[in-house]
């Protein structure tokens, strides 16, 4: 049989419930302006009854703590797309920063432009044609090589200073992934002591916010091991933390750029594909870069080696039959070529107009440079359309990535939208709460009150006075 | 179901978005151009090299014969001149053959052939911008001397026999410069040694090999004729390629303004709507900015 004693404990244990409640509401409305914050809604539970005499006797309601609204599935994904999605938002602001050197001119007499550098170098052979020994017509040719010769050379400086730009970004951030594996060691551990059986409530929301900050800067696997524990690792399968204890990312230069090593690994190449910031920033660096860098170095090799093989093999003002010397800087090997583009040739006097052996008033030299621009000499192409092809290249990769960027910047919106419906804090819903169980403290004090007075009653038997 | 709470930083992402498109819709009404990195269009990047580069060619060629056409007249001019001066070396020795003259009036036609084929031989000498349009490669050096010691007088050719030529950007090889020794001293029209002939024939007051040097005349003349029409096809060859040339680069541009330039009408469409949607926007945002329940409680 239920006593007026135990309505009122119930009742008292109400009030703390529905205090536990109202407690748990400030804490997510406090924090509804936090992104990384996990909203948490009360864990009502029935007490125990009381049975008693054949029966069954309700003892109250008691709040057990907040329950994070997490799903960790949903989180992973997100951080995954975060990955991708860095690593492609990196790699287009590097490839922006590229093609701005290959801007399409607008007309024929665009400043800078490589393609139009090519053509009036090749021109001006035309025009020494109508006045082989012409002074103000040789000065041309040398001028238009000076200028071809320069903008290449600017071009691939300004890409070599980007990889070296590159370079120091990825070093920061590995030096902020190193950071951030430690912290997440630390968390780990003290998740494993603290809750190792369920959700860890705010010691997982710190670790979810950093799983994230790393997932920008780095592509990661996540394991989960025992006691609510998680291991990191690469995307090509490095652990970088594990339980309480944290790997470090190694760095070492390699060819004249970073390499990084995990316990002595290589893992630049696996990084490079990996995702996240750092792997946009390793794409850019070691292939987009490269790659561009190659073309131009060819383009330079092959120009400079054959008008300089043409220019010898012909007779200009000053008398040499066949050994005029170079126009261009005769380059080695291929590699660096761009860089090192530059004319040596000072005396126009010196350009090989006639054919070998003939009177200087000849030009079968002068046609045999100017037909240069005609000929497959560049990997089997004209210098010109070595050239038209270089831009589409680099502009179809630009394109590309811009609309994979664009797709993956939409299907991380997708997710975290999911992952904002589930967790975060909806003020609107939070207010409802707030009215449900303040009505329900209310309630549950007028029963006190009632309950107060009944025990009065029983108190005084019936005399109104006695008990207040 | 539940919903993003955050939605509105959505929609603050759209505003981003359609700034973007506007600032890349300006840039291409200030620029005129509808391609302004090659990251927008490649395939137009890449055709705009290869037109910019056919277009300068062109455009570079109609310079190159401009200057060159300068050349080829000077030497049609002196050929001209040169076919004038023999027919009238041919009229005197056709007079001095017909038996009416007496002997000084004949040492008179010697000397005044003698003038006529030195008139001919500085014509033969004769230089463009410094350098000698009848001397082959050799353009620094007078293609002819003449040694008046021995009787008839010798001519000597200095220079050699290459052609200079302009290729075209279709491909046309143009003749340049005739050299010296195909016009005037070949071995079956030898103009200056005919004309030196003759001086000797008349020199004495007799008329010599006369009426056979006569007829050679005649051949030469009409040789060098016929070298006249060489240079005379060059010149026409070269307007045309140039006019080619010219024609085709104007067809260029235009294919080229159509495929760079911004269609600005369109363009100004766009940034309209993108104008209305942002305005949208930002009243959508700030009228969901404000206002949660609590503002009822």
């Known amino acids: 049989m239920g006593t007026i004693n135990a309505a009122l404990s119930l009742i008292s244990g109400a009030l703390d419930a529905d205090q536990n409640a109202l407690n748990i509401v400030s804490n997510n409305v406090a924090n509804a302006s936090n992104q990384a914050y996990t909203r948490q809604v009360p864990n009502w539970a029935e007490n ?17 703590g907040g329950i994070s609204q997490r799903d960790r599935v949903l989180e992973q994904r997100l951080q995954q797309q975060q990955q991708l999605s860095a690593a492609s938002s990196t790699l287009l602001t590097a490839l922006n920063t590229l093609q701005t050197g290959f801007s399409p001119s607008a007309t024929t007499s665009t400043a800078g432009d490589v393609g139009s550098d090519i053509t009036n170098f090749f021109n001006s052979f035309t025009q020494l044609q109508s006045n082989p020994t012409s002074n103000p017509l040789r000065q041309q040719v040398l001028a238009t090589a000076a200028t071809l010769a320069g903008d290449v050379s600017s071009r691939a400086a300004s890409l070599n200073a980007q990889q070296v730009s590159l370079d120091q970004s990825a070093n920061t951030v590995v030096a902020q992934v190193n950071s951030l594996t430690v912290s997440l ?25 950093e799983l994230t900050q790393l997932s920008q800067l780095i592509g990661i696997n996540q394991i989960t091991t025992e006691k609510n524990g998680l291991s990191i690792t690469t995307t090509g399968g490095q652990l970088l933390a594990s339980q309480g204890q944290a790997f470090s990312i190694t760095t070492g230069a390699v060819g004249g750029v970073t390499h990084f090593f995990v316990g002595g690994t290589d893992i630049t190449t696996q990084l490079a594909s990996g995702g996240g910031q750092l792997g946009g920033l390793l794409t850019a660096r070691d292939q987009s870069i490269p790659t561009v860098l190659a073309s131009l170095d060819q383009l330079a090799y092959s120009v400079a080696t054959q008008v300089n093989t043409v220019n010898n093999a012909g007779t200009d003002l000053v008398g040499d039959n066949g050994n005029s010397g170079d126009i261009f800087n005769a380059p080695t090997q291929v590699a660096g070529s761009a860089q090192a583009f530059q004319v040596v040739l000072t005396n126009p006097d010196k350009i090989a107009a006639a054919g070998l052996g003939l009177g200087t008033g000849n030009d079968a030299n002068a046609v045999a440079f100017a037909n240069l621009a005609s000929q497959a000499f560049v990997n089997g192409q004209t210098p010109s359309d070595y050239y038209s092809n270089l831009v589409s290249t680099l502009g179809a990769t630009v394109s590309q990535t811009t609309i994979q960027n664009t797709a993956l910047s939409a299907s991380l919106n ?27 403290y209310q309630a549950a004090s007028q029963v006190f009150g009632i309950l107060n007075s009944v025990f009065a009653s029983a108190l005084n038997l019936g005399v109104v006075t006695s008990v207040a | 179901m539940r919903v993003n709470p955050f939605y509105v930083s959505n929609l603050s992402d759209a505003l981003n978005q359609t700034q973007a498109s506007q600032q890349l819709l300006t840039n291409e009404i200030s620029s005129g151009t509808r391609v302004n990195s090659i990251g927008q269009d490649p395939v137009a990047s890449a055709q705009n090299v290869q037109l910019l580069n056919e277009i300068q060619r062109d455009d570079s060629f109609t310079q190159t014969t401009s200057l060159t056409t300068g050349l080829l007249q000077i030497t049609d001019s002196a ?3 040169v076919v004038t001066q023999l027919n009238k070396a041919l009229s005197l020795a056709t007079q001095a053959n017909n038996g009416t003259l007496n002997t000084s009036d004949l040492k008179a036609v010697s000397n005044q052939i003698a003038g006529l084929r030195d008139e001919v031989l500085s014509l033969a000498n004769t230089s463009y911008q410094g350098q000698y349009v009848f001397s082959g490669s050799q353009s620094n050096t007078a293609p ?3 040694n008046n010691s021995t009787s008839p007088a010798t001519v000597t050719y200095n220079g050699d026999s290459v052609v200079n030529t302009l290729v075209s950007p279709n491909g046309q090889t143009i003749q340049l410069n005739v050299p010296g020794d195909q016009i005037f001293t070949t071995a079956a029209a030898n103009v200056i040694g005919v004309l030196n002939n003759l001086v ?18 005649n051949t030469a003349l009409n040789f060098v004729g016929q070298q006249r029409v060489l240079i005379d096809n060059s010149i026409t060859r070269l307007n045309a390629a140039s006019s080619v040339a010219s024609t085709e680069s104007i067809q260029l541009k235009a294919v080229q303004t159509n495929l760079m330039q911004a269609d600005i009408p369109a363009i100004s469409t766009q940034l309209s709507l993108t104008q209305s949607q942002q305005t949208a926007l930002i009243s959508v945002i700030s009228a969901l900015g404000s206002g949660s329940l609590f503002d009822k409680l």
């Open chain 1, 48 to 64: 125990q009854p009381l049975y008693i005499s054949g029966l069954f006797l309700g003892s109250g309601v008691s709040v057990n």
């Open chain 1, 185 to 209: 060691a630390q968390i780990n551990q003290k998740i494993q002591s603290l809750s190792p059986n369920s959700d860890a409530g705010p010691l997982e929301d710190q670790r979810q916010s």
């Open chain 1, 414 to 440: 997708q997710l975290q939208n999911q992952r904002n419906s589930l967790s975060s804090v909806s003020l609107n819903e939070e207010a409802a709460s707030l009215q449900e169980f303040q009505r329900s």
């Open chain 2, 79 to 81: 050929l001209g001149s």
């Open chain 2, 144 to 146: 002819f001397s003449l």
């Open chain 2, 200 to 217: 000797a024939d008349y020199a004495n007051g007799g008329s010599g090999a006369g009426i056979a040097d006569t007829a050679s005349l």
